[in-house]
């Protein structure tokens, strides 16, 4: 009874402060969990996939759906090469065809690679034209949820959520995108946009940031921020910036598998020794796991995006919260990561 006590005790501020995620189960019930991604823009979307089969083997999500918005054939199957790793090939993935970032990126070629026995990553989807539009497997998804229940994870572009939150009633729900939304999803967590300047490369100064999410996709990420019907709690460029994933993990806890995606992948896309920044990592620990306090949450307010792609944040009320870094939980958040992304599967 004693050491389920600070959980209990976290849990009680959460609700008693309607932040959210304190709804998060205290009964340890799987959070059912769609990831949304660019997968192949950078190796921060592949390690925080491995971390969501992690959850899963120790029954703290389900993933539902993973749902691409990398517009290009490899990135769908790549995400099939991870889930299929992980045991879990049996995951439904939606592509878009938006156009944005067509080009293959350094890794999601390794769903070709082979080695003399044959494939390197077996897997069955062997092209993002085979797979369904992001947007049904979202409506068919929420659909067949309960009311309420739905964690979803966007760590890419805002396309695919935009363009659910227009569509319309189809043979999986009576509801249009947004009711469909308001009704099954409980979270919105979103990697995305920046609320505190970062120093600039060149001088070192402070100034303004704007996110790499948001500017390649402007018009989806203003639809989402207008029309979203659910909380949405941001975690900004410098969250993942002050949180930086260790190279020396990358070298040596993936050493239990010959072939490893997460750490290949991270090789191709920049070799260690290097520390990338954890960004979108921390909205899936956020999503996950609201009520351990690895990070803090500002006061409520509405998150707004202006044509050229810079993100504000106007408080006083409103759907949106951001994260927020305390140094004192800093190593706590850095080896929660490390400890899910470098898990073996099924362990």
Not at 94 to 114: D, F, I, M, Q, W
Not at 191 to 199: C, L, R, T
Not at 280 to 309: C, K, M, N
Request: hydrophobic share 40%; glycine share 8%; with cysteine.
């Amino acid at each position: 009874m004693a050491n389920n006590a600070p959980a209990r005790v976290i849990l009680m501020l959460l609700l008693a402060a309607g932040l959210p995620g304190a709804c998060a189960a205290d009964d340890g019930a799987a959070i059912p969990l769609i990831f949304d991604t660019d997968l192949g823009n950078d190796c921060d979307d592949v390690l925080p996939l491995g971390m969501i089969h992690a959850l899963c083997s120790r029954g703290e999500c389900e993933l539902l759906a993973v749902t691409i918005t990398k517009d290009h054939p490899y990135a769908a199957p790549f995400a099939d090469v991870v889930n299929t790793f992980y045991g879990r090939g049996d995951v439904p993935i939606g592509v878009c065809g938006s156009g944005v970032t067509p080009e293959e990126g350094k890794y999601n070629g390794l769903c070709e690679s082979a080695d003399a026995d044959g494939p390197r990553y077996p897997h069955d989807l062997g092209s993002g034209r085979e797979a369904p539009p992001a947007v049904e497997v979202l409506r068919r998804t929420l659909a067949a949820a309960e009311d309420g229940s739905v964690v979803v994870c966007q760590v890419g572009f805002s396309t695919n959520l935009a363009d659910l939150l227009e569509s319309a009633p189809d043979q999986h729900s009576p509801l249009a995108g947004r009711e469909l939304a308001a009704k099954k999803v409980r979270l919105l967590s979103v990697m995305a946009g920046a609320f505190a300047k970062v120093p600039d490369d060149s001088t070192g100064q402070p100034r303004e940031h704007y996110e790499y999410n948001v500017v390649m996709d402007i018009a989806a990420a203003q639809k989402l921020c207008a029309n979203w019907p659910t909380p949405i709690v941001w975690s900004g460029f410098e969250v993942g910036l002050n949180l930086r994933y260790p190279h020396e993990s990358i070298e040596r806890d993936y050493r239990y598998a010959d072939h490893h995606p997460l750490p290949e992948a991270y090789r191709l896309y920049n070799p260690p020794p290097h520390d990338r920044p954890t960004w979108d990592l921390t909205s899936v620990l956020y999503a996950v796991r609201p009520d351990r306090g690895y990070f803090r949450l500002s006061q409520p307010g509405r998150v707004s995006i202006a044509d050229d792609g810079l993100t504000r944040f106007e408080p006083g009320g409103g759907r949106d919260r951001y994260l927020i870094v305390d140094e004192a939980t800093r190593p706590r958040a850095i080896e929660a990561m490390v400890q899910l992304a470098s898990q073996p599967p099924g362990g």
